[in-house]
C-alpha cells in the first residue's frame, strides 16, 4: 500500500530536523535537470511541431515521498542517524521517479505515430524519465556530493562514459527491479579506474586498460 501525501506538511511532522531541507534540495535538483532536459530537447527538436513536455507535479513530489518513505524505513531498521550517503539516496530517488513516471509528451500518441520522426527519435521522446534520472544520477553519484572522487571534466566526456551511460539507460528502461540492485550497480562502478577513484584500492597502475 503507498500513502498518497498531497500536502507538504503532513509528510514532515515526523521528520528528522535535516529531512526536509535534503527534500527539498533534491526536489529543486530534480526540476533543474527536467528543464535542462527540456531546453536539449526543445533544441534538438527544433524542425518539428506537434507536441510538448508535460510535469506532473503531484507525481514528482510523491515519487520523493516514496524515496524518503524508504529511507526512513532503512534507518529506523538499521538505527542510522547520520543519514543516507549519496548513492543510496540517488538509487530510491531514481528508482521511484521512474515508477511514477511524471513527465510525458503531450500529445504523445498522434505525434509519437508521425512519420516525421525516426525511430530514435520517437525512443528519445519515449524515455523522457529514463533520460532524466541518468543525468540526475550522473550528477549526483559521479559528479558530486560525497563521492566526490569520480569523474573530471575530461572523463566526462570519454567514450567509456557514453557507453556506461547507454548501459544505465537500458537497465532503468528494462531491467530495475529495486533501488538496491541500483545502488550496487552504481557503487560498483565508482570503484573503476574510469573514475579516478583513490589509489589506495587498486591492485594496479591507475593508466591500465580495464
Excluded at 534507518?75 to 543516507?84: C, K, V
Excluded at 563521492?147 to 547507454?166: D, I, K, Q, V
Excluded at 545502488?183 to 583513490?198: C, G, R, S
Amino acid at each position: 500500500m503507498r500513502v498518497r501525501y498531497d500536502i507538504h506538511e503532513n509528510f514532515f511532522e515526523s521528520a528528522k530536523p535535516d529531512e526536509k531541507r535534503r527534500f527539498e534540495i533534491i526536489e529543486s535538483e530534480i526540476y533543474k535537470y527536467i528543464r535542462d532536459l527540456g531546453a536539449v530537447i526543445c533544441k534538438e527538436f527544433s524542425d518539428k511541431q506537434g507536441f510538448s513536455i508535460d510535469i506532473n507535479r503531484p507525481k514528482v513530489f510523491n515519487a520523493l515521498v516514496d524515496a524518503f518513505t524508504d529511507i526512513r524505513r532503512i534507518e529506523a531498521f538499521h538505527i542510522i542517524d547520520n543519514g543516507p550517503d549519496q548513492v543510496k539516496m540517488a538509487s530510491h530517488v531514481a528508482f521511484w521517479f521512474i515508477r511514477w513516471q511524471p513527465c510525458s509528451i503531450v500529445p504523445q500518441e498522434d505525434f509519437l505515430k508521425s512519420t516525421v520522426l525516426t525511430q530514435r527519435e520517437k525512443k528519445k521522446l519515449l524515455l523522457l524519465n529514463e533520460n532524466l534520472m541518468v543525468t540526475y544520477l550522473q550528477a549526483a553519484v559521479f559528479i558530486g556530493g560525497n563521492t566526490n572522487r569520480c569523474m573530471s571534466a575530461p572523463f566526462r566526456s570519454l567514450p567509456e562514459w557514453e557507453g556506461y551511460y547507454n548501459y544505465l539507460l537500458y537497465y532503468l528502461v528494462y531491467r530495475l527491479r529495486s533501488p538496491k540492485e541500483l545502488e550496487a550497480i552504481l557503487k560498483t562502478i565508482t570503484l573503476h579506474p574510469l573514475w579516478k577513484v583513490q589509489k589506495d584500492i587498486y591492485f594496479g597502475q591507475k593508466d591500465e586498460a580495464y
